[in-house]
């Protein structure tokens, strides 16, 4: 091959590939749209997500949200897809503008509501349940989900940054701008500019003392 020709060929592959990923998004919001999730404007979806919405609950994707799916995209990868279930009626699951999540899996059967601009690592699982009772008066096996209280639900500010890999457990609320290191299980509430990691999660800083 022509070595003039290579960097014209590469360039043409990722225009190509820049025009599949701009048509599988669209794509994709019009799918999630109808199926009840209300979108804002300029979501771009990459990969394919998994997403459930269980009948009288809802869905919200604000504005210039990016969904990233695909290991290719991602300088981490991904090992799953990013998944979004809401699991009971009256369940909220609400994503602000400008946050971005890759292979992030949010699972709500009361409520879990994002703020603006954060940042999910690869990997990040956000629910609000236990998924299965820890007594349960029947076999395990089968138990239903357990009945959410208003508690359960989980808030995450403004700013908030969720290194690869986290947990985020039912009941917590983390803090405008707070960071959260990568393998962390987060079981309790986290201040408003925190550094926390570990397991379960514990303060190991101030987001100001670092700059």
């Not at 809802?58 to 809401?86: E, F, H, M, Q």
């Not at 609320?173 to 299980?185: E, P, Q, R, T």
Request: a positive charge; proline letters at 5%.
């Amino acid at each position: 091959m022509n070595v003039r020709a290579q960097p014209i060929l590469g360039l043409a592959g990722k225009a190509i590939r820049k025009g599949t990923l701009l048509a599988t998004s669209t794509w994709w919001c019009y799918r999630l749209k109808r199926i009840g999730v209300e979108l804002g404007s300029n979501v771009t979806i990459i990969g394919r997500p998994i997403v459930s919405v269980y009948p009288g609950s809802t869905v919200t994707i604000g504005s210039n949200v990016v969904l990233c799916s695909d290991s290719r995209s991602t300088a981490l990868g991904v090992s799953k897809p990013v998944t979004i279930r809401t699991l009971a009626k009256g369940a909220t699951i609400s994503i602000g503008n400008d946050v971005g999540m890759s292979g992030t899996v949010i699972c709500a059967a009361k409520a879990v509501r994002i703020g603006t601009a954060c940042l999910f690592g690869a990997d990040v699982t956000v629910a609000d349940t236990n998924f299965h009772p820890i007594a349960p008066s029947m076999g395990r096996r089968y138990a239903p989900i357990p009945k959410s209280e208003e508690t359960d639900a989980i808030e995450i500010g403004n700013d908030v940054f969720l290194g690869a890999g986290s947990h985020i457990l039912k009941g917590v609320a983390i803090g405008d701008g707070s960071v959260v290191g990568a393998k962390s299980l987060v079981t309790r509430s986290v201040p408003e500019g925190s550094i926390v990691a570990g397991n379960p999660a514990a303060i190991i800083g101030s987001v100001g003392d670092t700059r």
